[in-house]
């Protein structure tokens, strides 16, 4: 599985942007989809996750209100809405792919992609 985000970018506070994270694999068919993010001398942080075969979302309190995942299954494609955008939103943010749980933990994911840079400020 080869999975690639896209979407990222240099916004002022209070901005929004929508992550993309495309798919690709002869086999690709997970359990469920997240998103993560590691912003500079920090560790990684789970922002949201998505069960790949129904409509269960699951996501951080920081996400909660400003950030929707959604996804294309047809497409192989993997969104994040994101809006009101804080300045600790900054990070490179990661999608991943698990085949066991819609889960908050990067432990529960196997297959990650590069990230896309968000930069939040005036």
């Known amino acids: 599985v080869q999975l690639q985000a896209f979407g990222g970018g240099l916004v002022q506070p209070g901005g929004s942007l929508r992550l993309a994270c495309a798919a690709s694999?002869?086999?690709?068919?997970?359990?469920?989809m997240g998103w993560f993010r590691q912003a500079p001398g920090k560790e990684r942080e789970f922002v949201a996750a998505?069960?790949?075969?129904?409509?269960?979302?699951y996501y951080a309190e920081s996400a909660k209100g400003r950030f929707t995942i959604s996804k294309d299954n047809a497409k192989n494609l993997l969104f994040l809405q994101m809006i009101g955008l804080k300045p600790e939103d900054t990070a490179v943010y990661h999608c991943a792919a698990g085949s066991t749980a819609v889960a908050g933990s990067a432990e529960w994911y196997e297959d990650w992609g590069p990230g896309t840079q968000v930069t939040v400020s005036s």
């Open positions: 998505i069960s790949w075969g129904g409509d269960s979302t």
């Open positions: 694999g002869r086999t690709f068919n997970p359990y469920a």
